[in-house]
């Protein structure tokens, strides 16, 4: 019996785009900041008499974090490179809806998203000693990633269905991660921040995709944290349903 | 008389809302044959199997594809056809894994999916770079790729847009046997190109296409017969004056001439033609060393059509 048609195109795309470039920036690009971060700044923190542990401990769950933006860039950029090498009009003309196409896309993020979280993990397994997780934890870091990759890639497909150029894309993407990345919480907490810093620090979804990944790591879950998954659910889903509004208008344009 | 399985009327279409690139389109489409949109850059062929193939949708008119309406069953319109589109379209990785994945898409299994790229790597010479990187292609092996990769799975009709552009000569003879041996076997064939010796090899019937309209519908023979114009007879004399002899004919003079050493006819009636001369030749004790009588052509129809609507003489 054939997969369900959904499943078929998350398979192609991991397939088609499963190359050692795609593996490099979605762990290695984490993966090295981790690492240099947690010992770089480590040092700096042994000047002053702690340990570098306690900074790791709070750069990994932000990495896990940053991990889902990354994830989700690829959908936009599978959207163009699909449109740029013929794949889009062939998939379209097969049994599939523009819905399903869509969908295929956002829900391979996620795929990646949880196969480079999981990786991320062992790394920082043995980064951290000592770390201890429980079951409710992962289950939250689990959720978190899923609502967060979902957030990101359908914010990517909306940026890959209004920009009409792949040159444009890439630029304004690579903006858009080092903004989203760093006016968040996954490198630093937000405290003793200026009044405008401070504020976009509290509108980028990221700041509380990073902060329910920490207490999910850290085993320091609060009520905050449920609050934050519901308003971060109901973003994905409203971003889910504009980029698909988004992709709708732009289709004929593009074809 | 043979079903219609594709049913087009007054199919107008318009990217803009400003100029109409199809304008009042209609045809159809019998089952089992080879249909023909022949047409010259931009005519609105590619628009046109756009439709057919549910990529766009019309601004005006029905299209009617196996009994479902386009605007309203689009999925399962798709799930009988296949697209051979006229851009490139492959994925970025091998040969195989290319036809694999496709087969996937579609639905086959494992086993099913092994079986039909052995049988595709056979038929379109892919043999040999089945596991090279289809971004290391040529472009010739890219397009057999990507018409390979449409066989991958069974369907009623088959667009195929402006396949052969790219493939050599044995390749593009080769895809065209292909295709008349499926069509054999009942499948229906939606086909344009600009390559009018294509169309001629392939089509049961044409349809000329030009500036989003079409300009006429009918069978090869009917199109030649309607547009195909004079056919030339032309001999090779000897021991005989030829000035002298296209005197003695009773031939409109713009309609004969002689060039280098060959006498050249224009004529509705060859056969009748054929006859004079001979009687003439034997007259005059000339003796014909060579005739030959030229069929009308697709290219002089196409060019007879295209300039009659242009105002092209």
């Known amino acids: 019996m054939a997969y369900p048609k959904v499943i078929r195109l998350i398979l192609r795309n991991l397939m088609v785009n499963s190359d050692p470039g795609t593996w490099l920036i979605l762990v290695g690009m984490p993966a090295m900041f981790l690492v240099f971060f ?49 794949s889009l009009a062939q998939i379209l003309a097969m049994p599939f809806t523009r819905t399903d ?14 196969m480079g979280n999981a990786i991320l993990l062992v790394i920082t397994y043995f980064l951290i000693p000592g770390i201890n997780f429980t079951v409710i934890g992962i289950l939250i870091m689990v959720l978190t ?79 905050n944290d449920l609050y934050y998954i519901i308003i971060l659910t109901a973003v994905s889903l409203l971003l889910i349903y504009i980029a698909r509004k988004s992709y709708m208008r732009s289709e004929i344009k593009f074809e | 008389m043979q079903q219609n399985v594709i049913e087009v009327k ?42 057919l193939t549910t990529l766009i949708l019309p601004t005006y008119g029905s299209v009617n594809i196996l009994g479902y309406d386009i605007k309203k069953d689009g999925l399962k319109i798709r799930s009988r056809i296949g697209l051979v589109q006229q851009l490139p379209s492959i994925e970025f990785t091998t040969v195989e894994k290319n036809l694999d994945i496709y087969g996937m898409l579609w639905g086959l299994n494992k086993k099913m999916r092994k079986e039909k790229i052995e049988e595709l790597l056979e038929i379109f010479d892919l043999k040999n770079i089945r596991k090279k990187d289809a971004i290391d292609l040529s472009g010739g092996e890219r397009r057999r790729l990507q018409i390979a990769r449409e066989f991958m799975h069974d369907m009623d009709i088959l667009f195929l847009d402006e396949p052969t552009v790219g493939l050599d000569v044995v390749m593009r003879r080769n895809l065209l046997n292909y295709i008349k041996k499926l069509v054999n076997k009942g499948l229906t064939i939606v086909f344009t190109t600009h ?74 009636n060859p056969y009748d033609i054929v006859e004079m001369v001979i009687d003439k030749v034997k007259q ?18 196409f060019l007879n059509v295209i300039g009659e609507e242009n105002g092209i003489s």
Request: proline share 1%; with cysteine; net charge positive.
């Open chain 1, 101 to 114: 196409y869509l969908l295929g896309l956002i829900l391979s993020t996620v795929v990646f998203a949880i």
């Open chain 2, 10 to 51: 007054n199919l107008r279409h318009t990217y803009d809302n400003k100029k109409y690139v199809l304008e009042n389109i209609s045809f159809e489409v019998r089952k089992g044959e080879v249909f023909g949109l022949l047409g010259r850059n931009g005519a609105g062929k590619t628009t046109t199997i756009k439709i």
């Open chain 2, 195 to 268: 390559m009018l010796e294509e169309a001629e090899y392939l089509c049961d019937r044409i349809a000329v296409i030009d500036n989003g309209k079409i300009v006429t519908v009918d069978t090869l023979n009917n199109l030649k017969i309607k547009y195909g114009g004079k056919r030339t007879v032309e001999f090779k004399i000897k021991n005989i004056n030829l000035n002298e002899l296209k005197n003695k004919l009773n031939v409109n003079n713009d309609d004969i001439k002689i060039v280098e050493d060959r006498l050249i006819v224009l004529t509705e």
């Open chain 2, 284 to 301: 005059y004790n000339g003796k014909i060393m060579w005739l030959n009588i030229r069929d009308k052509t697709l290219e002089d129809v």
């Open chain 1, 145 to 223: 990633l899923i609502i967060g990759s979902l957030l990101f890639g359908s914010l990517m497909l909306i940026l890959g269905s209004y920009i009409k150029s792949q040159n444009a894309y890439n630029s304004v993407q690579i903006l858009m991660i080092f903004f989203i990345n760093f006016a968040s919480t996954v490198f630093y907490p937000a405290i003793s921040l200026p009044k405008l810093l401070l504020y976009l620090f509290y509108v980028n979804p990221l700041t509380y995709i990073a902060n329910v990944m920490r207490d999910g790591f850290l085993n320091n879950i609060k009520i």
């Open chain 1, 38 to 86: 947690s010992y770089g700044y480590g040092s700096m923190f042994s000047a002053l008499g702690l340990s570098y542990i306690n900074y790791a401990k709070f750069l990994a769950p932000g990495m896990l974090a940053y991990e889902t933006l990354i994830a989700g860039t690829f959908s936009g950029s599978m959207l163009w490179f699909d449109r740029r090498w013929g």
